[in-house]
């Protein structure tokens, strides 16, 4: 993995970068409106930024990928983990297995994961998702650690 290099610019460079990417007479506003966002609902410039430059993020990993993921990055606050370990869905280690079903490569989590659970009340299980950065990726089809980790992890029957 490459390192990350991080630059600073002023918000009168950033006004200026994005203002020279639209047409004169829409440049105004068009820039007004991303900066407002920007400091109102928190959007994040560095992707439009990033663009802007002709910089594109990096996606490692496509729809379909079968993966693991610590359950600590996912939301499962109501979740029997107690019966999802007897029934096989997550490991004692708390990995639980899922897929990439859609991919957003300009969010802060790219991947959109699709994995099974069993709610806190329940015995029966459920389907949900959660966007996954890739930090909390792994594929168990290539890194050597991750059998052991899947070691007795249950298939869900169809």
Same mark, same amino acid.
């Given at each position: 993995m490459s390192r990350e290099i991080i630059t600073k610019f002023s918000e009168d460079e950033?006004?200026?970068? $994005?203002h020279n990417l639209f047409?004169?007479?829409h440049a105004d506003l068009l820039t007004d409106c991303i900066m407002g966002l920007s400091e109102y609902s928190g959007l994040d &410039? =560095?992707?439009?930024?990033? =663009?802007s430059l002709g910089i594109e993020p990096l996606i490692n990993y496509f729809v379909g990928n079968e993966i693991l993921v610590p359950i600590d990055s996912l939301s499962h606050w109501r979740w029997n983990k107690d019966e999802m370990i007897k029934q096989k869905i997550i490991t004692k280690e708390e990995y639980i297995k899922g897929k990439i079903i859609e991919i957003n490569k300009w969010r802060d989590s790219p991947y959109k994961m699709q994995y099974d659970y069993i709610k806190e009340t329940s015995t029966e299980w459920e389907s949900n998702y959660d966007w996954i950065s890739s930090n909390k990726i792994e594929l168990y089809d290539e890194l050597p650690n991750v059998n052991k980790k899947l070691k007795g &992890? =249950? $298939?869900k029957k169809v």
């Open positions: 950033v006004k200026q970068r $994005i047409k004169k007479e &410039l =560095a992707p439009i930024f990033k =663009a &992890l =249950a $298939i």
